[in-house]
């Protein structure tokens, strides 16, 4: 985690699913609002951006799996993918590396570590929004509100077997 040294402040609601983080987001915007402050809301994973988009057809792998294919396939070569690979820096290339074999193995139907792919598709959707919409957000003094973050990628992963730490070291 890092110390947000922007003026907009950031608010993260994290729970299970049926939790209550879409009501509380809802709540505070509506506090928010009726005291003139300026917020957007965003929600997790995004389908704004491929990687979102990946993580929901993911999600819906075994009824859509065609559907999973193709989204693969549109995220793999998207712009947003192509400023990633080159703006992570060489402690990322290696993540890249990664997600790139695991989706290229889903692709041609080999066996894949869905759950692993899942969550590096949720932490690339992040990073994603977070360089689109709520870092400009906070920049601008503008509140941000999110519906599930970083958390959900430890606890899911956690919950497949996958080593948290790991998944942490990877945000």
């Known amino acids: 985690m890092q ?40 929600k997790e994973p995004s389908v704004d951006n491929p990687f979102g988009r990946l993580a929901h057809a993911i999600y819906s792998f075994e009824t859509k799996r065609d559907g999973l294919h193709a989204t693969l396939k549109d995220c793999l070569g998207a712009p947003e993918f192509d400023r990633t690979k080159t703006s992570v820096g060489s402690a990322g290339q290696a993540r890249i590396a990664e997600f790139e074999k695991i989706a290229n193995e889903v692709v041609s139907n080999e066996v894949v ?57 990877l945000h």
């Open 3 to 42: 110390i947000n040294p922007y003026l907009g402040k950031y608010v993260m609601f994290d729970a299970p699913e049926g939790g209550g983080k879409t009501t509380q987001v809802k709540l505070l915007a509506e506090a928010l609002a009726k005291a003139g402050s300026k917020f957007i809301t965003v």
């Open 113 to 169: 570590n869905l759950p692993f792919l899942l969550q590096l598709s949720m932490i690339l959707a992040r990073r994603e929004l977070l360089i689109t919409k709520i870092i400009p957000a906070l920049q601008a003094g503008t509140h941000v509100i999110s519906d599930r973050g970083f958390f959900s990628t430890l606890a899911y992963g956690a919950s497949e077997n996958l080593d948290w730490r790991h998944l942490l070291k």
